[in-house]
């Protein structure tokens, strides 16, 4: 398999990486369909990439890291184009940012501790939603429907948040029981 076959889910997220500042020109140039195209094929990467990366065992220590950031700029980006055009109420992408930078810090902290931070099912769904809920606002559904989808979003990050902690305490105190053990 040659260099550039085994780093091709890397390859996907470095693309999907640059796609973010294309996607915030379309956004304040008020190309709607062109940011759609561009948010909806960094969509269809992360999901390209992770399914290569499993498939043939294409894992990588970068891909873990660099991945779920893509994804988390891609979608701030939104967010925040949201926000300055008046789209979405202009706290969701401070709180999302929030949430992120407060697992990131965290995930940085444990994975030199080397706990399990991977992500759960609570975080993918989340994400899932926020993905529904930004192309919702794409497509000009009203924004008494689409605010409520985004504080569920928030609410939701915000269980994932108190659910990583949780977990980030079950490894702890297991950690410990096993050193008390040997």
């Known amino acids: 398999m040659s260099i550039i076959s085994k780093n091709i889910p890397n390859i996907l997220t470095v693309l999907r990486m640059a796609a973010v500042p294309v996607f915030v020109v379309f956004m304040q140039k008020d190309m709607i369909y062109p940011a759609i195209v561009i ?3 960094a ?3 992360d999901v390209l990439d992770g399914i290569i ?3 043939f065992n294409l894992i990588t220590t970068f891909g873990k890291i660099a991945d779920p950031l893509a994804d988390k700029m891609m979608q701030l980006a939104a967010l925040f184009m949201f926000s300055i055009k008046e789209m979405i109420p202009k706290i969701i992408p401070w709180l999302v940012l929030f949430k992120e930078l407060f697992l ?3 995930g940085i902290y444990l994975y030199r501790k080397k706990f399990d931070m991977s ?3 609570f975080g993918k769904l989340t994400s899932v939603i926020m993905f529904i809920a930004i192309m919702l606002v794409f497509f000009d559904v009203p924004r008494y429907i689409t605010d409520v989808i985004f504080w569920i979003c928030v609410g939701m990050a915000l269980f994932a948040a108190l659910m ?3 977990n980030y305490f079950n490894q702890v105190n297991a950690a410990k029981e096993e050193n008390k053990t040997k």
Do not use: P, V
């Open 53 to 55: 990366a499993r498939r």
């Open 164 to 166: 990583y902690i949780r």
């Open 119 to 121: 992500s759960k099912w």
């Open 104 to 106: 990131l810090i965290s």
């Open 43 to 45: 969509e269809f990467t």
């Open 39 to 41: 948010f909806l094929l």
